[in-house]
């Protein structure tokens, strides 16, 4: 074994760096063992250096992120400040200044990360990031690397953890919305603003990755059809019941059959209780992955929280690690083309559509007239008479497969009709 360490700079010590430093000093000989190297933590960056961190050096701690990645003895940069400045120009600097990064910052690999990997290439170095993907599970390098002789062509899972704690408790133990996303946050799943949890942003920013990853394209945050759980009530979650399905917040990743687009999307959507995806309680995740020649792949586990996070953070310290004494980098940008990402409207799939209505004759037919204007062909019809009567009742309606703009078409004109007082809510229904 080599006995000079390799030098770690770290930079954020939150939720998630707190962790890695810990485990860094905790398992140190193991990881040494494992690398080939004893590493060594030089310099831990931070806003507020007043703060007590238990278990870390306070002579390591500064406030000058810049000037640690600029020190140019640094071997691996590990990044988890979040968001996309200062975290994209520090990994830049990093790069300059011969460090290899682990970072895992979806937000900021979901914006640009074909940049950072062309600024990686061009400087030599590794950019990992298992762990900003579905937290813990190993999901970022077994498509990267264990797949990368198959053809994926279909992702499809849960991967924020805060949101499928929300939906859980609501759906398990009739939590409210608001109480279960106050435990969520103080779980540490959530992110620092959890609207980016609850409106798809983080989700989305995963999709984003990994269909990158899974397709070997550039696929963009923005590329990505969002929809987050604000919307999603205690009636949707009933009436998924009644439908044998419960409702999660999905991302799926799919390509085109001709090969030629891909599409990405994260939204709410009602799955089969029978589908193994709707067993995933808590902040847990879940991914499938369908590819050719593997078939189904399902990888499964804690998806968010300071030390699952951390765990995968270390997986990689420990590959770029032994890439630096190798002398080698791992996969690089220049294995990616490039494929159109295709609209929403294009997807299709079933919907499950809850419709306030007039409770009088001809109005089940005006609205299946509508559906069949649309070319969206019904599934089954079901109606709730209201106990206060009132002269109106909810239709919901559950229709085959469509594509969602023949979907949005139908719900635009069913909106006009004088008989539909209002549309409650739309789901997609997938995993059947
Ligand atoms: N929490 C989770 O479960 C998961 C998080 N992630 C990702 O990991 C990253 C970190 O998340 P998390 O640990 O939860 O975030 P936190 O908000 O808990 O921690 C952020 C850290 O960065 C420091 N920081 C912020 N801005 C600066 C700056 N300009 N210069 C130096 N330091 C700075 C903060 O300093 P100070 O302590 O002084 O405030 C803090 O230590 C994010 O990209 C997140 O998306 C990925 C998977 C799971
Ligand atoms: N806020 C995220 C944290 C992990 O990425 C989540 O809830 O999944």
Redesign the pocket.
Known sequence: MRTRPLKVAL?????????VARIMTTHADDLAARIGAPVELVGV?????S?V?EGIDPALIT?D?TALVQRGDIDVVI?????IE??RT?ITTAFENGASVV??????LAEDGAALHAAAEKYGRDLYYE?????AIPLVRPLRESLAGDKVNRVLGIVN?TTNFILDKMDTSGAGYSEALDEATAL?????DPT?DVEGF?AA?KAAILAGIAFHTRVKIGDVHREGITEVTAADIASARRMGCTVKLLAICERAADGASVTARVHPAMIPLSHPLASVRE?YNAVFVEAEAAGQLMFYGP????S??AS?VLGDLVAVCRNKLGEATGPGESAYTRLPVSPMGEVVTRYHISLDVADKPGVLAQVATVFAEQGVSIDTVRQQGRPDGGGEASLVVVTHRAPDAALSGTVEALRKLDTVRGVASIMRVEGE
Do not use: F
Not at 188 to 192: C, D, L, R, S, V
């Open positions: 930079l954020g010590c939150g939720v998630v760096g707190s962790e960056a931070v806003r507020r250096p703060k961190r406030t992120a990044e988890v400040i979040g968001g200062p975290a520090l970072s895992a910052n979806k937000a900021l762990a900003a993907v579905a937290g953890g540490g799943y959530a992110e620092a980016a983080d920013a902040a998806g968010a929280g300071g699952p996070t995968a």
